[in-house]
């Protein structure tokens, strides 16, 4: 073999080298990124389920005595922000949702039987580039929480009427977009829609 050969044959051996770990990078890139949505799309699946089960479970405070049910109706609603809510790392807090739900309290039934009812105030905010859930009043401790519902958010959009109608029931729809760190092209977004059984406003 000449010097020239062997030269030439250096060249195309790292040539098929070169193609050969740009395929790989490209494989892994490939693979990575789908494990990223995939994971993701669980995220976003399962949070926005937890808000849509929870805000259709929003009702008011209400006593129920022998003969009557009294029920409180002003500033038991469901709020929300509406439009979209762009985060990002070190932006200020935003409220995003207020609710409540409560179990009714018992009155007038005699000594031993009252039921101190329970009035759970949930509440989602952004948080930097997360959203936090948080519930807190639940006569069962297990029943608060305070969590980051979903991380590495994009933006937040929330939709519905600016109130009610007469019937008190009405919905409001949630988006959430996530996006790759890395590859900021890369983006996952899931809505849902949520009925509500309570005053709805635009008031937050």
């Keep these: 073999m ?5 030269v030439i044959a250096s060249l195309v051996l790292s040539l098929v080298v070169i193609i050969a770990w740009r395929l790989f990078m490209t494989g892994a890139k490939s693979a990575e990124l789908a494990a990223w949505h995939t994971k993701c799309q669980q995220q976003l699946r399962n949070g926005l389920k937890l808000l849509r089960d929870d805000i259709a479970h929003a009702s008011y ?5 022998p003969t009557a049910v009294n029920i409180t109706r ?3 609603g469901f709020k929300f922000h509406p439009g979209q809510v762009m985060l990002s790392d070190g932006a200020a807090s935003t409220a ?3 609710f409540w739900i409560c179990r009714p309290t018992k009155a007038g039934f005699g000594t031993g039987e009252d039921d101190p009812g329970e009035r ?3 509440t989602l905010a952004t948080d930097g580039n997360t959203v936090r859930y948080k ?3 639940a006569v069962n401790p297990a029943h608060n929480c305070d969590r980051v519902l979903f991380d590495e958010v994009d933006y937040v ?3 519905g009427p600016a109130s009610a109608p007469a019937e008190k029931a009405s919905t409001c729809a949630i988006e959430v977009k996530t996006v790759h760190k890395i590859w900021k092209q890369s983006g996952v977004i899931e809505r849902t829609v949520a009925k509500v059984e309570v005053d709805v406003s635009a008031g937050l």
């Design 74 to 76: 002003p500033g038991f």
């Design 96 to 98: 995003l949702a207020e």
């Design 120 to 122: 759970i105030h949930a």
């Design 135 to 137: 519930k807190e009043g």
């Design 2 to 6: 000449t010097l020239v050969e062997g």
């Design 157 to 159: 959009k929330l939709e």
């Design 61 to 65: 405070p209400s006593e129920v005595g």
